[in-house]
């Protein structure tokens, strides 16, 4: 069965960076597109980053475009968000999606069918 495991989260000031991982298993890795979701307290849950199943497509939400970076490893079934220049309004628990089809590069839940279940990363101003 298909899981999805996110990892790297934690507590940074504002200005920071961190690294999310998210680990698949039980899927051809390579096959598929993949995406980051975030959902902030009290709001409903958004687009962050999607990257196409050879990783050389990418595409980011303006609130992110400039300062994070989605990319692959298919030879270790992992994806990875680097988020630097962190913002208080990146605070959220972040969220790695598997895309229904190869390339992708979707912005909206309904075109992912696999979900982790989240990384908290919270900013301090």
């Known amino acids: 069965q298909v899981q999805l495991v996110e990892s790297g989260g934690g507590l940074v000031q504002a200005g920071g960076s961190l690294r999310l991982s998210c680990a698949a298993s039980g899927l051809t890795f390579s096959n598929y597109a993949m995406g980051w979701f975030r959902q902030a307290p009290g709001k409903e849950r958004e687009f962050v980053a999607a990257i196409s199943w050879s990783g050389g497509n990418t595409y980011y939400a303006d609130s992110v475009k400039g300062r994070f970076t989605v990319s692959r490893d298919n030879a270790k079934n992992t994806m990875y968000l680097q988020m630097n220049s962190l913002k208080p309004d990146d605070t959220a628990i972040y969220s790695c999606?598997?895309?229904?089809?190869?390339?992708?590069?979707?912005?909206?839940?309904?075109?992912?069918?696999?979900w982790g279940q989240g990384t908290q990363v919270t900013v301090s101003s």
């Open positions: 999606a598997k895309d229904r089809k190869r390339y992708g590069l979707r912005d909206v839940a309904d075109a992912y069918d696999y």
